[in-house]
């Protein structure tokens, strides 16, 4: 090989990433230490963006097309290389192809509780899981932040790295937007709406990715939140006590007289003894409040300990304690302990 060959051999004349897997977000070209002829063409394809690296700062940043390297079209690159009257010679550069598509169904989920305040239930932790579709929008910013100097970047690296980022930004999402437990568990689709305004704005700064779809597929409460929930359901369900009890009683008397146990006469007795009880019990249930955990045989205790109001209002103790700290109910602290009074109390259940 004569000279002349020798040299064109080691210059770089086209430059190009031809990407048929599925799953590459960024690529870097190997040179294979040749240098870059002046007037090389670079070749960028569709959902392609080209990433100029020179001695570890970004230069130019080319989208689809075909794209010769002289002096106009590498401004940046020229300044940093500190060419005064553009290049003549072949230079050094990396160049790194990043995937600029749409990559959908990434799995996210949160490996640990998340720590919310909520207006019905107090202090709660939530899991959540779902799915995301994202493409990066800014390159520079996704090699500095994500892939690295990494050679070939696959969705498989970046689902371990980026996926308790993305939880993160969710959880601060959701702590921020301040939605209802209650919604968050039964809200899903509105809910992954919600938050992507609030989400992408932090992971474009930070990772130079943009979410186009954030989806919830699950959201799950504590049990015992769980129960409250329920039993909330219930009463909605319930309605009118009073006519529920009643229903039920025809209930149990239909059942009673087709099992052929009575006469017609004891059934008419049995349904006067049931209405009479069930006047008799929604008189007591408006006209008497049943007694207080404590409160003995002289009535309801004007002063009460956390652990009281704990007992009557069905919760713990704690969660009185910070309902006291949101300031939802008025409770008073002597010494090292609270004490709430009887009129706090009973203001706090008429809200």
């Known amino acids: 090989m004569d000279i002349l060959g020798f040299i064109k051999g080691e210059l770089l004349e086209i430059i190009e990433f031809n990407d048929d897997s ?7 070209f190997p040179d294979e230490d040749k240098a870059i002829k002046n007037g090389a063409q670079l070749i960028v394809r569709e959902s392609q963006a080209a990433q100029f690296v020179y001695l570890g700062q970004y230069g130019d940043c080319f989208g689809p097309g075909k794209h010769s390297l002289v002096t106009d079209n590498i401004p940046v690159l020229t300044r940093l290389k500190g060419w005064k009257y553009g290049f003549q010679s072949p230079f050094k550069a990396d160049v790194y192809y990043i995937t600029t598509r749409l990559f959908t169904g990434n799995k996210w989920g949160t490996a640990n509780p998340i720590m919310m305040r909520d207006a019905d239930f107090g202090v709660v932790r939530l899991r959540s899981f779902g799915t995301f579709d994202f493409k990066i929008v800014d390159a520079p910013v996704f090699l500095r932040e994500v892939a690295g ?13 980026m996926r308790s980022r993305i939880v993160s930004v969710f959880s601060d999402a959701l702590a921020s937007a301040g939605v209802p437990a209650l919604d968050v568990a039964s809200r899903y689709s509105e809910l992954g709406e919600a938050l992507l305004p609030i989400i992408n704005p ?3 700064s930070k990772y130079g990715i943009e979410i186009t779809s954030f989806i919830v597929e699950n959201v799950s409460v504590p049990p015992e939140v769980e129960a409250a929930i329920d039993k909330r359901s219930s009463m909605g369900v319930i309605g009118n006590l009073n006519d529920y009890v009643k229903f039920q009683m025809a209930e149990s008397m239909t059942k009673g007289g087709a099992d052929g146990g009575g006469s017609p006469a004891a059934a008419a007795g049995q349904m006067a003894m049931g209405f009479g009880m069930a006047q008799e019990m929604m008189k007591s249930m408006q006209s008497t409040p049943p007694p207080l955990p404590g409160a003995g045989s002289t009535g309801i205790p004007e002063l009460l300990s956390p652990a009281q109001a704990a007992e009557i ?17 008025k409770g008073k602290k002597i010494g090292s302990a609270y004490r709430i ?3 706090a109390l009973d203001a706090f259940l008429a809200e």
Do not use: K, N
Request: hydrophobic share 40%.
């Open 313 to 329: 209002l069905g919760v713990s103790e704690a969660d009185v304690i910070a309902s006291i700290d949101a300031g939802d109910l």
């Open 202 to 204: 932090q992971v474009i």
């Open 341 to 343: 009074t009887r009129t």
């Open 22 to 28: 599925r799953d590459t977000l960024s690529w870097r």
């Open 149 to 161: 100097t990494d050679h070939h970047f696959r969705l498989d690296e970046f689902a371990d790295t």
